[in-house]
Every structure is written in C-alpha cells, then in structure tokens.
C-alpha cells in the first residue's frame, strides 16, 4: 500500500519544535505500516538549512523537483527572523504555483509562516491568524488585516488553509491531524494525565509480541 505523504518546507532560520510533534504523530504516533513519508523541500541547490534550534536539516527535494499532486499536505513552520525569507525567490514562486491549482493539498502554516504565504498570494481572501508582531503585519500591503481573527488556530474551509501562533503547536498538530482524518488526535496529543496519578502497571512497558 502507498504511504500517504506530506511535504515540509525548509529555509534558514526555521522552527522546528513549532512542526516536529505534527511530524511525530504522522510518522512515529502511527504503525509502521501507516505511518507516513515525510518529504522535505529547499531551493533548487538543496543547500543544508540551519533551524533556530542550530539543527541543520539537508532537505530531500529542490521546490522544482516538487509535484503538488504526491501530497495531502504541505507544511510551514515559522522563522525567528522572517523577513530574509520572505523575500526568497525560490520559495515565493513555489507558493505562487499553488495559486492555480484546482486541487491543492492542504496548506498548513504556523507562526511566522503564513506572512510567506500572503507575500505569495495565497492568503488573499483566507481568514487566517499568525505569530507575527502587529508593526510586521501594518508595513506590508499584501497583509489583508480585515481577515485576520484572534484565536490561536484558524482553518478557513473554503480555502483549505490552516494558520496558527507559535505558541499553539499542539493545538496546529491536533487540528491538521483531525483534517487529515485522524479522530483520535486530540487524546494521543493530550500529553500526561493530570486527573489522577498513573499505576505502575500503567507505566510498565513491554514489546510487542
């Protein structure tokens, strides 16, 4: 059976704790046979990025190796410092292309990230919200401030589009999860119970048979 697939964006400077409990669950939360490929893609040299945390990430695929079309999602993470990035030819062309697709995948973005997105016109008439400081969101035009909407999480349906702040990167996973079809989400990403104390029989772990 194929694996589903989903894409990650990478570029200088990204957050990888704002994405990697996503990738967790679509990867290591589910059975080898259903976990998902996890594709990465850079500019055209796939040149070595350096994430915020100083892990460098060496992406799998250059954006023109990328056909939209392998997808059921595409994912980016938010950056320290977006405004180098915004201005990445390579990067905002890519996001342009998906402007004209009649069936693009599911567009997912947190933090910083979705000031790409609106440098590219995706976000034009998307309800969306963004960890970006207000000054950031009144010095560009291509921000269309009437859509935004103060809440951690926003999905606009119409457009297909997930946007979230940074801080809420586990509601971001629960949320792009549950759209992916997983309705059990929201309890693995649920962390430690805080109800009651665990069993140790609870905490005892042994391999599969």
């Not at 440098?119 to 950031?136: M, N, R």
Request: charged share 30%; net charge negative.
């Amino acid at each position: 059976m194929a694996k589903r697939k989903a894409l990650f964006l990478v570029y200088d400077g990204m957050s990888l704790s704002e994405v990697t409990l996503l990738a967790d669950f679509l990867t290591a939360f589910q059975p080898c046979e259903s976990s998902w490929q996890i594709d990465t893609a850079g500019s055209k040299d796939k040149k070595i990025v350096t994430t915020e945390e100083s892990f460098q990430v060496l992406p799998n695929k250059s954006f023109e190796e990328v056909d939209f079309s392998d997808y059921e999602v595409i994912i980016l993470t938010g950056n320290i410092n977006p405004y180098p990035i915004a201005e990445d030819i390579d990067l905002i062309e890519f996001l342009k292309k998906m402007n004209g697709l009649s069936n693009r995948p599911l567009i997912a973005a947190i933090s910083s990230a979705p000031m790409f997105l609106a440098k590219a016109g995706v976000l034009e008439g998307v309800k969306f919200t963004s960890g970006l400081f207000e000054e950031t969101l009144n010095e560009f035009d291509f921000f269309d401030k009437q859509n935004i909407v103060r809440k951690p999480v926003v999905f606009d349906k119409e457009k297909n589009i997930v946007t979230a702040i940074g801080f809420a990167y586990r509601e971001f996973a629960v949320k792009v999860a549950e759209l992916l079809g997983y309705e059990n989400a929201e309890r693995s990403l649920a962390g430690p119970r805080k109800d009651r104390e665990y069993t140790d029989e609870e905490l005892t772990f042994h391999r599969p048979l």
